[in-house]
């Protein structure tokens, strides 16, 4: 019940040494961060009532003086307000609280302002969010020979479970061999490691598939749908990017080189303003400009803020997991980021407002202004236009100039801000966002690096919202784990290579993907987040046409880097295409050999056989992939013309020899057939001999079911 508004009132005029408050820090604060903050603060507070400060408070808002209302208002069910049309009525306690603190006078610390994101409530995440807070190597309890072991299996330990026992060796050496290289391994290799399942054995295989070339470009795939890659503009035109490739095979380059996780920030977001700034460098920066562009907006002015606020999403998707774009037109609901931080990040992208011409908003420098013919960044000015706020995120109500800075979810990282030199060239500005990124106590890059590597060799992250650590994504399944990984990590350079093998050879990695107890645990841990076995995983789109290639005989691997091939599109697929054949010109067939990293990436006309098995949209960082089981995956496998025409040449490769239905199975599953298989395949031969009246043909069948057994097209 509301206190009678006269004793209400008494009580508020009353001395407030008479009675004893609540404690303010303890009882109040949260009660006013996690209900009222939200709207009562900031500079355009609610109703013109700030709640964060004593002055604010005591100045009222246009209903007149605060403390007079708040309790009435709350008790009475009007504050906070309705959600979906229903109250929202406080918890009891926390009326008593605001009520004790108005009868108390609502005593004020001295000095103390209440922010918004100082603290996590339920509603919303503070500064003291797990993802936010600084990274502490954690111990590492003994008896386990590899430290993620010890943290996954003491999860296990204490629900009394076991982990799956070890993989069978020739499912194991599948799965090393995709995670690392994107390639199925021969059947020779198959049979080696199988003969010789040592410890010894599979640490060579790791070390002999870590060193490869093959390494790079199957990493490069997962960093490229993180950067959004394509080679066309998207929009209506949808014209080519020119030398977008080149972008591609830098990031090849650099995972097969190891290059340290600071160098490969820096290199991406300010490779033209390094010191020693070369091609190379100035290549990398081709991950700013491999995202959409649209040359004819029909509000230029308008467009200038889109380009920018993709700038922004991609670099903080990318490297932070912060969805930080989303307070392009007020602070974020849900994490410590104010609107102001959006346009303070942005100045590292800006160079004001311009028109729309020949080259890209926002960049899109000449090969003069860079120096070398590529696809890169520069900043058109050293000393841009101030930007400025945009009121609601609209460019037809520009506020408050706002300079260059960091985030400030992470106060420990206050990194001062440096004038560009005299004669520069450049706003220096994306290096120091690129350094600040990879400072070694930045506390969100190295547990999302760490993170990404961990959710591609074991099917999910410990963190299972790879682009969002936010408060609307999910917590670690092993904090400790992930920090222990993301401090061993920047302990060794910066360098991924040494933290693909650790996990790789963990138990953990390599227990099979079936349990003996498969039910049971199931039933309480339906989604593996104990990790108590292996995540049975198929083939991403690009390693399952590289399978097919590979299992024909066909695959070009020699054949690395360079222009883009474009693969065969069905006639139907065109069909909606104005220009039909013209705007699509396929590579001569040699061409199509190449590893599918390699295809020319349109935006507008991606390959339906890559689309089917979830190949992404390349509008947005796609940091996990979709995962469907559908119809129209297994329709393709049936009836895709590039499929039949890799059953044919596995026919023709496996007829080249005695035995041709054991050379099939070798050179598809890497293995000989079973006695049950071997009998259902003379059958299928001698049927479809006489049917279709050739024992070519019917080998050709016989191998395309094959190709589309579970068994090829899944891990393990």
């Known amino acids: 019940m509301a206190l009678p508004r006269l004793a209400l009132i008494a009580l508020l005029l009353a001395p407030a040494t008479t009675l004893a408050g609540p404690d303010f820090e303890a009882e109040v604060a949260p009660v006013l961060l996690r209900r009222c903050l939200e709207c009562h603060s900031g500079a355009d507070p609610s109703g013109k009532l700030d709640l964060s400060t004593a002055a604010g408070l005591a100045k009222g808002g246009r209903s007149g003086p605060a403390a007079e209302s708040i309790v009435e208002k709350v008790t009475a069910g009007e504050m906070p307000p309705k959600k979906g049309g229903k ?69 296990l330990t204490e629900k009394g479970w076991a982990p799956a026992p070890p993989a069978d060796p020739r499912a194991l050496l599948r799965r090393l061999t995709f995670d690392l290289t994107g390639l199925p391994p021969t059947a020779e290799e198959l049979d080696a490691f199988a003969a010789d399942p040592s410890p010894a054995a599979y640490e060579k295989a790791v070390d002999k598939l870590l060193s490869s070339p093959h390494h790079g470009e199957r990493w490069a795939r997962h960093w490229l749908d993180v950067a959004r890659y394509a080679e066309t503009c998207g929009y209506e035109r949808d014209q080519t990017k020119p030398h977008a490739w080149k972008y591609r095979d830098w990031v090849v380059a650099a995972f097969n080189a190891d290059k340290p996780f600071a160098r490969f920030v820096r290199e991406q977001l300010a490779g033209d303003e390094l010191p020693d700034r070369s091609e190379e460098t100035v290549t990398a920066t081709g991950f700013l400009r491999v995202g959409t562009w649209n040359d004819e907006p029909n509000d230029p002015d308008e467009y200038t803020y889109e380009r920018l606020e993709d700038l922004v999403g991609a670099t903080t998707t990318a490297f932070l997991a912060v969805t930080v774009k989303c307070a392009r037109c007020h602070d974020h609901k849900f994490d410590p ?49 101030p930007l400025r706020l945009l009121k609601k995120g609209d460019p037809a109500r520009p506020g408050e ?15 001062p801000v440096v004038p560009p030199k005299a004669g520069a060239k450049t706003t220096g500005r994306r290096l120091a966002l690129a350094d600040w990124i990879a400072d070694p106590k930045n506390p969100l890059a190295a547990r999302v690096w760490v993170n990404r590597l961990w959710q591609h060799h074991f099917g999910a992250g410990l963190v299972r919202s790879p682009d969002n650590f936010g408060f609307t994504g999910e917590k670690p399944t092993h904090p400790e784990l992930l920090d222990w990984l993301a401090a061993e990590f920047v302990a060794n350079g910066g360098r991924s290579k040494p933290l693909h093998r650790l996990m790789v050879l963990s138990e953990a990695y390599k227990q099979a993907s079936v349990h003996p107890k498969q039910a049971e645990y199931a039933a309480v841990d339906a989604g593996n987040r104990l990790w108590w076995r292996a995540e049975r995983r198929r083939l991403d789109a690009e390693s399952l046409r590289d399978a097919l290639l590979a299992a024909s005989g066909r695959l070009d691997l020699p054949k690395v ?49 890559l689309t089917v098995f979830d190949a992404p949209d390349t509008t947005l960082p796609c940091a996990k992939r979709d995962v469907t089981t559908v119809a129209p995956q297994a329709l393709a496998l049936l009836n895709n013309p590039f499929v039949h025409q890799q059953s044919e040449a596995l026919a023709a490769r496996a007829g080249a020899g005695d035995d041709p239905v054991r050379r099939a199975w070798r050179s598809a599953l890497g293995r000989d057939p079973r006695p049950a298989e071997r009998a259902a395949a003379d059958r299928h031969l001698a049927d479809q001999t006489k049917r279709l009246g050739s024992a070519d043909k019917a080998l050709a069948s016989l191998c395309h079911v094959l190709l589309n057994t579970n068994e090829f097209v899944y891990l393990d």
Do not use: C
């Open 337 to 385: 980021v104010p609107q102001r931080d959006y346009y303070r990040l942005a100045a590292a992208f800006w160079s004001g407002p311009v028109k729309p011409g020949p080259r890209e908003l926002l960049g899109g420098p000449t090969k003069e202004q860079l120096g070398y013919d590529l696809l890169g960044w520069t900043d058109t000015s050293a000393t841009p236009p």
């Open 87 to 155: 109250p929202q009525p406080l918890p009891k306690a926390e009326v008593e609280s605001l009520r004790a603190w108005v009868a108390a006078g609502t005593p004020w610390p001295k000095g103390r302002t209440l922010d918004r994101d100082e603290r996590t409530t339920d509603a919303r995440g503070g500064r003291d969010w797990w993802a936010f807070q600084p990274v502490r190597r954690p111990a590492v309890s003994p008896g386990h020979a590899n430290p993620i072991d010890a943290f996954v299996r003491a999860r």
């Open 561 to 609: 880097g360079g222009p883009s091939f474009v693969p065969d599109i069905s006639p139907e697929a065109l069909e909606g295409w104005s220009r039909k054949g013209a705007e699509w010109t396929p590579s001569p067939a040699d061409e199509q050999r190449r590893r599918t990293l390699y295809a020319f990436v349109k935006r507008g006309l991606l390959p339906p056989t």
């Open 401 to 415: 100039p706002v300079p260059f800075g960091l985030l400030s979810l992470a106060p420990s990282l206050d990194m």
